[in-house]
């Protein structure tokens, strides 16, 4: 049972960094794509950025030059390094995964209805 575990939430000053962590536990995994996504209260969850297996990566526009994907295959851990934050970025951050030979529809990368498997979020806060 493959399980993502969010890490690297808190709450920072605006200009502040963080740094985001996604541990994948649960044995052997392959995915097609893995990526971040952010959730404000009483809005709809939003794709942040992605990296697809060959590793290239996606970002929304609200957040290109300020946030960077990264993975280490050695540690299973997707990472996501946010810089130049702004309240505006204040949100639950989520990560998720699509596995290879998951059949669900494909709707791109920064879409959450194309991904099967979801960590629980943890809080980015910038006041």
């Known amino acids: 049972h493959v399980q993502l575990v969010e890490s690297g939430g808190g709450s920072v000053q605006a200009g502040g960094s963080l740094r985001l962590s996604c541990a994948i536990s649960g044995g052997p995994y392959t995915t097609y794509c893995m990526g971040w996504f952010h959730q404000a209260p009483g809005k709809e969850r939003e794709g942040v950025a992605a990296?697809?297996?060959?590793?290239?990566?996606y970002y929304a526009d609200s957040v290109k030059g300020r946030i960077s994907i990264s993975r280490d295959n050695a540690k299973m851990t997707l990472y996501l390094q946010m810089n130049n934050l702004s309240p505006e970025d204040t949100a639950m951050y989520y990560c998720?995964?699509?596995?290879?030979?998951?059949?669900?529809?494909?709707?791109?990368?920064?879409?959450?209805?194309?991904?099967?498997?979801w960590g629980q979020g943890t809080q980015v806060t910038v006041s």
């Open positions: 998720a995964a699509r596995a290879s030979g998951y059949g669900g529809v494909w709707y791109g990368a920064l879409v959450p209805g194309g991904y099967n498997v």
């Open positions: 990296m697809v297996r060959s590793g290239t990566t």
